[in-house]
């Protein structure tokens, strides 16, 4: 991929991801959207990510969360997030050789939206 491929790691079925793809598409960006469930990260690139991003990577609102029983939620996040992609928060950025977290304004911001 060139380096002005956009990779947005997320859920193909998740809204927000759906919604960054398609706001990157309109400024005629290339964007690739790897579905988490589908090709699930290993454990270097979770801890590539958790030391870029910080705990945060770890999404504690999610359903994958709730449904864990309290012994495996005190476990190593990255563990974690490498057994249960799902509990990775969405969408992390790739972009520039930059990670960012979430489709948020700051993320806009530095995508220069």
């Known amino acids: 991929m060139s380096s002005s491929t956009i990779i947005l790691h997320g859920l193909g079925s998740c809204d927000t991801c759906r919604a960054a793809r398609r ?56 563990a974690l997030m490498v057994a249960h992609p799902t509990l990775i928060k969405r969408p992390v950025v790739e972009a520039d050789e930059r990670l960012h977290l979430g489709w948020t304004e700051a993320t806009r911001t530095a995508l220069g939206l």
């Open 23 to 78: 706001r990157l598409e309109a400024t005629g960006r290339t964007v690739v959207l790897r579905d988490l469930r589908l090709q699930a990260p290993d454990a270097a690139e979770v801890a590539r990510w958790h030391d870029a991003l910080g705990p945060e990577l770890l999404n504690r609102r999610s359903a994958t969360w709730r449904r864990l029983e309290e012994a495996d939620r005190a476990g190593d996040p990255e």
